[in-house]
């Protein structure tokens, strides 16, 4: 059996999965959380088909425990004895190496990379455009570096997969010279995802990838759209960093950059305190008072008046999207919806396709409301475009890349 740990760390939790790359099967899910506070929290589940059959119940097996992890090393120590403890065992089942999830990977990185000390410096300086992300991403590698010396481990960048995009696409329209020393550009997010999710949405369909001209909806928390052309980023709607485009959980998405400098001016807000409002008090959770859809959609239906805004907010900057991406295609073949709210909300899918049948984009209201966990087809047989819902998986995408390098 060969197995990939992937890991995807922030600053105070790391997730965890090991997957058997033989058969692509999950064979454990993990979260350390809470780490460097008094109480730690870590989470082991194992799917109930891996559970030796006397154990057996109708859930997945999952054990938990409460206890202090000051640091991420600490953490990997939890993991390893969660695995020891219900299985799989690691040291029966030796991994074949290790994946980790790296946000920013800047211009410099655009495939999975097998990381050496060079490769930590160079994620460690590109902290400058996730300061969030990246040095978290890079205490999780150091920290299973330790763990596991003798594993390899890989990188793959959330920015790999829009390497593809033109300067049109990819430019800014401010001083050239100031941008290229900042490196202020276009990099686009949940590349792992697009790039998955496209390459389903091909196969589904029975249908060579060079061929495609696809629109890829990721609606999770965190939202992106990109357009697809032959398995390329050809446009995609994050940017610099990932909050720009589509209006998301807690992020704003678009908005009028002098929005920034009014708020600082008239309010004394700092850019700190901006970035804040931005990133973590807007999106839903700021016009709403709610970052799941599923609240949105029930205070909505309730008569809040805040809610059903933020709703046609949502959709109408989705629909905005998927036309900007119709023209700059040109052709499209496929509408794929993935992530929590893509993948779950019908509302969502039917409201932001709504009207569009002029493009040759027929949703059937049927097809769209059925719950289910597979990838499936919600457009009609006569619709030009099809409309998939293809669940995304990240972390396979991410074992996948690493094994392409080891
Ligand atoms: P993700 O980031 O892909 O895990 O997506 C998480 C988000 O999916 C949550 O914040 C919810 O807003 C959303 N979500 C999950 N299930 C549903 C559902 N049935 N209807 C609407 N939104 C959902």
């Known amino acids: 059996m060969s197995t990939v740990l992937v890991v995807n760390s922030g600053s105070s939790s790391f997730k965890y999965q090991l997957i058997d790359m033989d058969t692509e099967q999950m064979l454990a899910t993990g979260l350390v959380e809470r780490i460097g506070e008094s109480a730690g929290h870590a989470v082991h589940t194992i799917p109930e088909d891996d559970v030796p059959s006397a154990d057996r119940t109708d859930a997945p097996q999952t054990s938990e425990r409460d206890l202090p992890i000051p640091d991420h090393t600490a953490g990997f120590r939890v993991m390893l004895d969660a695995f020891e403890a219900n299985g799989p065992s690691l040291t029966r089942h030796p991994l074949r190496a290790i994946g980790h999830r790296v946000v920013h990977g800047g211009k410099r990185f655009f ?36 763990a596991f010396p003798d594993v390899p481990h890989v990188a793959v960048f959330d920015t790999a ?25 276009k990099y686009g997010f949940h590349g792992t995802s697009h790039k998955f999710v496209s390459e389903e949405a091909a196969a589904f369909l029975g ?16 939202a992106s759209a990109t357009a697809v052309s032959g398995g ?24 009028d950059p002098a929005v920034l400098i009014h708020l600082h001016r008239r309010t004394g807000m700092s850019f700190d305190d901006i970035d804040t409002l931005l990133n973590r008090k807007s999106g839903l959770l700021g016009m709403a008072g709610a970052n799941d859809m599923r609240d949105v959609l029930s205070r909505s239906a309730a008569g809040d008046e805040k809610a059903t805004v933020a709703f046609d907010v949502y959709v109408h900057r989705l629909k905005g ?46 097809r769209n409301e059925e719950k289910s966990r597979e990838a499936r087809r919600i457009s ?10 293809i669940p995304t998986n990240e972390e396979l995408e991410i074992a996948r890349q690493t094994m392409s390098v080891v």
């Open 111 to 146: 495939e999975p990379t097998p990381i050496t000390n060079l490769v930590k410096i160079n994620i460690e300086e590109l902290a400058e455009l996730a300061p969030l992300h990246n040095p978290a991403n890079l205490q999780g590698i150091e920290a299973a570096q330790k």
């Open 161 to 185: 997969f829009h390497q593809t995009l033109a300067p049109a696409a990819y430019s800014y329209a401010i001083d050239a010279a100031l941008a290229e020393k900042h490196r202020v550009r």
């Open 207 to 222: 249908r060579p990838l060079a061929d495609l001209n696809q629109i890829v909806l990721h609606l999770g928390n965190g």
């Open 232 to 255: 390329r980023s050809v446009e995609t709607s994050m940017g610099l960093t990932p909050l720009e485009g589509l209006v998301m959980g807690t992020r704003s998405g678009d908005i």
């Open 321 to 366: 999207y998927v036309g900007n991406y119709l023209a700059q295609l040109g052709r499209v073949d496929v509408i794929t919806f993935t992530a929590g709210v893509g993948e779950n909300s019908a509302p969502v899918r039917a409201a932001a396709l709504s009207g569009l049948e002029a493009f040759g984009i027929r949703l059937d209201p049927e």
């Open 380 to 389: 009609t047989d006569d619709s030009d475009v099809a409309v998939l819902v």
